[in-house]
């Protein structure tokens, strides 16, 4: 056992390269970063190397597992919404199926299927604005409940809530309007997430900053939270 005078280190298991930061904390923690796929592990200072690496292959299938979910994604950027296509929904993935149609645009779940009903002629552009309409009337359906049980449980009220593209946070509070935002891609998100985000949100209402208070008060209303926080592929700061 030997001390290192650098706190971040690096190590290799299975190929995977794990990037280590020594910090002041009491339990381990495991993030993958969403842009590269990388792996970060936040540890205890006490903690050995041996142990480190223990508990990374012990974690290996769910590393793997995160990875090649953020490697399928990559295609993403470039979707042409076209039939065939991968689509996430409610933290699923389901095959995109463009059918037709003259009408009023609209989006059916059918199984594994996501059918987008639309005209032959409409644009990738067109399609893209059909289907994020439709994951903004999900996430809608789901927040009311969801906040006014909230609510009674932490003991605020929100005053006003609202969906929109976000590009580096899931969600945002302003607390002195009451005001929460949530990121229209957490539709693509396990509904648990979704809450999770409310909840985080809603807490701000008792505590402004990311203090031990607040991961005290998130720790009391919502225990898994961590977790949650892990599936959203939030790397710790
Ligand atoms: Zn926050």
Redesign the pocket.
Known sequence: MFHRQSSHTEFVVENITISVVRKNIKSLRLSIYTQTGKVRLAAPLWLSDDALRMYALSKLSWIRKHQKRLESRKPQAAQAFVSGEYHEYSGGRFILEVVPHTGKPRVVLDHSMLKLFVKDSSTKHYRANVLAGWYRDRIKEQIPGLIEAWEKRIGVEVAAWGIKRMKTRW???NIRARRIWLNLELAKKPARCLEYVVV??MV?LLERN?SKR?AALMTQFLPQWRSLKEELNEPEA
């Open positions: 969600g945002s509070c985080h949100e701000h990311h607040f």
